[in-house]
């Protein structure tokens, strides 16, 4: 196995032997496979759209495998074998639907259009030949494999889209195109910049589409304090960033005298109106992903993943604990998708909790969040008040990823020493390595502005966007806004290439700089978007604030 697709990978590198994160080399190796499957149907695919073909349930099959194998989704080995089987099935269908059109297969395809094998065996074999290290040279794999990683962020953000009806054909066309071009060997490596600058604008297209289907469906965020603390009934944990499962666990706990809990970055569903009208969806219990093995211990009801991020459960919570979608692990029980409409069923959940005790306590208290951009547009004329009277010095946008590494404290202590007139605008799981500080607040608005998801980055940009405007700036980096961005996976690559697309520069990326980036492919980041890294928080505060 060879995987370097987040931020924990194995010395900065890769990991060879086993996932920092859990993954075996076997999971590892399919996922590769499963990689390469996809690419051969996108090679179909593209050829099938310009006959005016489109295969919906093909376009939504490349779009869930994708998100399956994103950083801590799913370990589970007879999954990717399964949806190994079912791509290969899918692209000689693409391939049938072709021919039939009247359309001519062109010889020499790559071969994960061609090749094909019917036996775990074959898969394995294959497997271990078709990952990343398949492509020799450094430079283009570094670049085919940022492409990739951002499709894997773009294609996990328009599933949600997709759970909530909200369709958008060109994103869908991009995968496939962009799937399609990592096989070329005959593109030059400005012509994969170009696709990887272009993933950025499907990127914010992807991210505003995601914007839309969560809030016209579940209302528009709204500040809301969210109780950190427990009550003495039995609870359900529901944790991950997929809004549809919490609002049907909602409906079936309603009136079972079970609670209702969040975890990791599913605390921002508690800015939406349309969950607030349940009593008893109590709280948020604990923090990002990576503290789940303690704290889905102490919290003694199920647990509910309904995406990234797991990590290998212990033994003390796995009976406990139950997935959904894309996301899986071996001997944990799984929850079927909906068919014909229906929502799905937690009725083994909901009797689960009532067996079990009440969550221990962790934390008492409360946090703000809920500052999408309707929230702060809505406040402009306050934030624009205080800028221009020097309330507010300067905005850090530090939004992103949580993860293990002890160099992520780097964060705690840089939202700690910023002066006072400097205001944190956060979303995604990053934000509880500083949610839970008193940084108070300026004239009423507070210090730490939650969005939400890290998807909800982009209302961060919406908001820039509309500074920009109310200023009269020509260019979104003359705005007193810094960018402190913490990623681990590779949702974050999407964000981080959605950000650039939108004209932002000098973006600061840690804890370290992605173990993909060849040191060509950095330098090119660095001299045309002014990329840096992080290096202790003293020098950088001294950096950002232009001293
Ligand atoms: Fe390693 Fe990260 Fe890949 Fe897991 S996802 S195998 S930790 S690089
Ligand atoms: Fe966190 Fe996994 Fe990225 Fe959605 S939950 S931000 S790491």
């Known amino acids: 196995m060879f995987c370097y697709q987040c931020q924990e990978t194995a010395k900065g590198t890769g990991c060879s032997i086993k996932g920092v994160c859990g993954k075996t080399e076997a999971v590892a190796n399919l996922q590769d496979l499963l990689v390469f499957v996809l690419k051969g149907i996108s090679i179909y695919a593209v050829q099938a759209r310009e006959l005016g073909i489109v295969r919906q349930d093909i376009d939504q099959f490349i779009m869930e495998s994708l998100f399956a194998t994103i950083t801590n989704a799913n370990f589970d080995k007879a999954r990717f074998v399964e949806l190994i089987r079912k791509g290969l099935s899918l692209r000689e269908e693409m391939k049938q639907e072709i021919l039939k059109a009247g359309g001519v297969i062109p010889a020499n395809l790559h071969e994960s259009a061609t090749w094909t094998a019917a036996t775990v065996e074959e898969f394995e074999q294959k497997a271990a030949k078709v990952g990343v290290l398949a492509t020799e040279n450094q430079d283009v794999r570094s670049l085919r494999e940022l492409l990739t990683y951002g499709l894997k962020g773009m294609a996990a953000y328009l599933e949600h889209a997709v759970t909530l009806g909200y369709h958008d054909p060109s994103i869908f ?63 359900i944990l529901i944790s991950g960033h997929d809004l549809k499962d919490l609002e049907e666990l909602l409906k079936q706990t309603e009136g079972t005298g079970v609670d209702v809990y969040t975890h990791g970055e599913m605390l921002p569903a508690h800015y939406y109106p349309a969950f607030k009208k349940y009593p008893h969806f109590v709280g948020n219990y604990g923090n990002a992903w990576w503290k789940q093995d303690k704290e889905f211990d102490s919290f003694n009801g199920p647990i509910f993943l309904t995406t990234n991020c797991l990590i290998p459960p212990k033994d003390s919570y796995k009976g406990r604990l139950f997935t959904t979608g894309v996301v899986g692990y071996e001997g944990v029980q799984h929850i079927p998708e909906r068919k014909n409409g229906q929502a799905k069923d937690f009725s083994a959940l909901i009797e689960l909790a009532k067996k079990c005790p009440a969550p221990t306590e962790i934390e008492t208290g409360e946090i703000v969040g809920g500052f999408a951009h309707d929230q702060i547009l809505a406040v402009a004329d306050k934030v624009v008040e205080a800028v221009k009277s020097g309330a507010i010095k300067r905005f850090f946008v530090m939004a992103g990823c949580d993860g293990r590494m002890k160099s992520r404290d780097y964060y705690t202590e840089f939202a700690k020493v910023l002066p006072a007139d400097t205001v944190i605008l956060t979303a995604g799981c990053a934000k509880y390595k500083y949610n839970k500080l008193d940084l108070g607040d300026i004239g009423g608005i507070p210090r730490v502005l939650d969005a939400g998801q890290c998807n909800d980055s982009y209302s961060l940009a919406v908001t820039a966007l509309k500074l920009k405007e109310v200023f009269g700036l020509e260019d979104i980096n003359d705005l007193p806004i810094s960018y402190n961005i913490a990623w681990y996976e590779q949702k974050a690559v999407i964000v981080l290439l959605a950000l650039l697309h939108l004209g932002v520069k000098n973006i600061h990326l840690g804890p370290t700089l992605p173990g993909f980036l060849s040191p060509n492919v950095a330098k090119v980041l660095v001299e045309n978007f002014g990329i840096g890294g992080i290096t202790n928080v003293e020098d950088d505060l001294k950096m950002f604030m232009g001293a």
């Open 173 to 235: 066309g991009f995968m496939e195109k962009g799937l399609a071009a990592v096989t070329n060997d005959s593109l030059s490596a400005d012509e994969l910049v170009a696709l990887v600058l272009e993933a950025g604008k499907y990127g914010v297209e992807v991210m505003a589409l995601l914007d839309k289907a969560n809030t016209s469906t579940y209302g528009t965020p709204e500040v809301t304090k969210v109780n950190i603390g427990v009550r003495n009934n039995p609870g």
